[in-house]
């Protein structure tokens, strides 16, 4: 981001019709417009006009508006009163802060803008990223000390590694503050080196290089089409789908997958790190009878060969569903499931899983996830029938409750 040249707020002057021409300035502060290092020292002085007719030993100082102690003063001439400020501090904006002289009425003399500051430090924490590979934005931190208190030139330079020419990122439009994007001439497959360099009138530095090359630092739209649905009547689990980000349909890669999700009256997200690179996939152990977000996001892996990982996309606008009430929990019966680890959930009932198809399911040869759904719901429907065995009978037993099972139709009956 270039530094925005900041003016002082004020450059006033008088003038006496017949005494002083229009252009003629009654009074001057020597030295105008100074800039210093933070605890420095400075003397002013305000020489006025002698046909003024007004003697320095009856003017004043301000700094800011405040009127300055004149222990601070001394008069050099009858038309010249020196200030001296020790220590100075930064200055409270960048604009530099207001250094007046006034006669004994209060009006202003003449004035001077004192910029206080520091050279910049080395710039640090220079990332880029290079989104759909159509640009390449890069961002960076000031420096350890952070802002200098002065106006300061922050220029993004760049050039290819083995040949071309230094050249400046011209668009610092973007958003964010300290980051450039180069929207031209790019170049694939060439290595880019990048650095910041920082100037003020105090000094200037220059931040590390850093060498990229645009396919290993791709980011991408966050994947599009997400939908959350139900899964039949299961009542902790959701099904997510989502299409992959069309900006790179035609480039060679493969993406990784990130789903994140929440209660609908939480702010605490849990993610699911290892998705892998479908478009889809299920969440399980969750509350029934509950709202809950959902958000999807991209890494691109690989894009034409590279081999290093992608950068995160942002993450896809929050689709929300709802899981099926719980019959169980309606019927007045205590729900044991937790809606912790969704990993954990499932995993414990698949195992249940596949220990009741080895007792049930003679000759089959292969497990379908449409199978595994069909046991869930037979499970929810046992659960119904023990809750209304007990209330109306007073019993734990189930009766009469054959369970067939038919792999090449895939179907359970009770």
Same mark, same amino acid.
């Given at each position: 981001?270039?530094?925005?040249?900041? +003016?002082?707020?004020?450059?006033?002057?008088?003038? =006496?019709?017949?005494? *002083?021409?229009?252009?003629?300035?009654?009074?001057?502060?020597?030295?105008?417009?100074?800039? *210093?290092?933070?605890?420095?020292? *400075?003397?002013?002085? %305000? !020489?006025?006009?002698?046909?003024?007719?007004?003697?320095?030993?009856?003017?004043?100082?301000?700094?800011?508006?405040?009127?300055?102690?004149?222990?601070?003063?001394?008069?050099?001439?009858p038309t010249n009163l020196s200030v001296t400020l020790a220590g100075l501090n930064a200055s409270k904006q960048t604009s530099g802060d207001n250094l007046v002289c006034h006669n004994h009425k209060g009006h202003i003399l003449a004035g001077s803008c004192l910029y206080v500051g520091m050279p910049p430090?080395?710039?640090?924490?220079?990332? %880029?990223?290079?989104?759909?590979?159509?640009?390449?934005?890069?961002?960076?931190?000031?420096?350890?000390?952070?802002?200098?208190?002065?106006?300061?030139?922050?220029?993004?330079?760049?050039?290819?590694?083995?040949?071309?020419?230094?050249?400046?990122?011209?668009?610092?439009?973007?958003?964010?503050?300290?980051? %450039?994007? =180069?929207?031209?001439?790019?170049?694939?497959?060439?290595?880019?080196?990048? !650095?910041?360099?920082?100037?003020?009138?105090?000094?200037?530095?220059?931040?590390?290089?850093?060498?990229?090359?645009? *396919?290993?630092?791709?980011?991408?739209?966050?994947?599009?089409?997400?939908?959350?649905?139900?899964?039949?009547?299961?009542?902790?689990?959701?099904?997510?789908?989502?299409?992959?980000?069309?900006?790179?349909?035609?480039?060679? +890669?493969?993406?990784?997958?990130?789903?994140?999700?929440?209660?609908?009256?939480?702010?605490?997200?849990?993610?699911?790190?290892?998705?892998?690179?479908?478009?889809?996939?299920?969440?399980?152990?969750?509350?029934?009878?509950?709202?809950? +977000?959902?958000?999807?996001?991209?890494?691109?892996?690989? =894009?034409?060969?590279?081999?290093?990982?992608?950068?995160?996309?942002?993450?896809?606008?929050?689709?929300?569903?709802?899981?099926?009430?719980?019959?169980?929990?309606?019927?007045?019966?205590?729900?044991?499931?937790?809606?912790?680890?969704?990993?954990?959930?499932?995993?414990?009932?698949?195992?249940?899983? +596949?220990?009741?198809?080895?007792?049930?399911?003679?000759?089959?040869?292969?497990?379908?996830?449409?199978?595994?759904?069909?046991?869930?719901?037979?499970?929810?429907?046992?659960?119904?029938?023990?809750?209304?065995?007990?209330?109306?009978?007073?019993?734990?037993? =189930?009766?009469?409750?054959?369970?067939?099972?038919? %792999?090449?139709?895939?179907?359970?009956?009770?």
């Amino acid at each position: 981001m270039k530094g925005v040249l900041d +003016f002082c707020l004020i450059f006033l002057t008088l003038h =006496i019709p017949g005494v *002083l021409s229009l252009s003629t300035h009654v009074a001057i502060i020597y030295p105008q417009d100074p800039v *210093l290092r933070i605890g420095s020292n *400075l003397t002013a002085s %305000c !020489w006025v006009h002698p046909e003024l007719g007004v003697h320095a030993s009856s003017l004043f100082w301000t700094l800011n508006g405040q009127q300055l102690p004149s222990s601070f003063y001394r008069v050099l001439s009858p038309t010249n009163l020196s200030v001296t400020l020790a220590g100075l501090n930064a200055s409270k904006q960048t604009s530099g802060d207001n250094l007046v002289c006034h006669n004994h009425k209060g009006h202003i003399l003449a004035g001077s803008c004192l910029y206080v500051g520091m050279p910049p430090v080395k710039p640090v924490n220079l990332t %880029c990223w290079s989104r759909n590979t159509k640009d390449l934005t890069c961002s960076w931190a000031p420096g350890e000390k952070g802002e200098t208190n002065i106006s300061t030139q922050y220029k993004l330079k760049y050039k290819l590694r083995w040949y071309g020419t230094e050249k400046e990122c011209a668009d610092y439009t973007h958003t964010q503050l300290y980051s %450039c994007s =180069i929207t031209q001439d790019l170049h694939l497959f060439t290595p880019y080196e990048i !650095w910041v360099e920082a100037s003020n009138q105090l000094g200037w530095a220059t931040s590390d290089v850093i060498t990229l090359d645009i *396919l290993d630092v791709v980011t991408t739209d966050p994947p599009s089409g997400v939908t959350v649905s139900r899964v039949g009547q299961l009542e902790d689990q959701l099904s997510v789908r989502w299409e992959a980000p069309p900006a790179l349909k035609d480039f060679l +890669f493969q993406a990784k997958y990130q789903i994140r999700y929440r209660l609908e009256d939480s702010q605490d997200w849990k993610v699911m790190e290892d998705v892998g690179n479908q478009t889809s996939c299920r969440l399980a152990g969750l509350r029934p009878g509950t709202v809950y +977000f959902v958000q999807v996001r991209c890494n691109p892996v690989g =894009i034409y060969g590279s081999r290093k990982a992608g950068i995160w996309s942002e993450w896809s606008h929050p689709t929300a569903a709802s899981t099926p009430h719980s019959e169980r929990m309606m019927s007045g019966s205590c729900d044991s499931k937790s809606s912790g680890d969704s990993n954990s959930t499932l995993r414990r009932e698949l195992k249940q899983f +596949f220990g009741w198809a080895r007792k049930h399911a003679y000759g089959c040869s292969s497990m379908s996830m449409k199978l595994y759904d069909q046991w869930r719901v037979l499970m929810q429907k046992s659960h119904k029938v023990r809750n209304q065995v007990g209330k109306h009978h007073h019993s734990n037993q =189930i009766t009469n409750m054959h369970v067939y099972t038919c %792999c090449s139709h895939k179907y359970i009956e009770i």
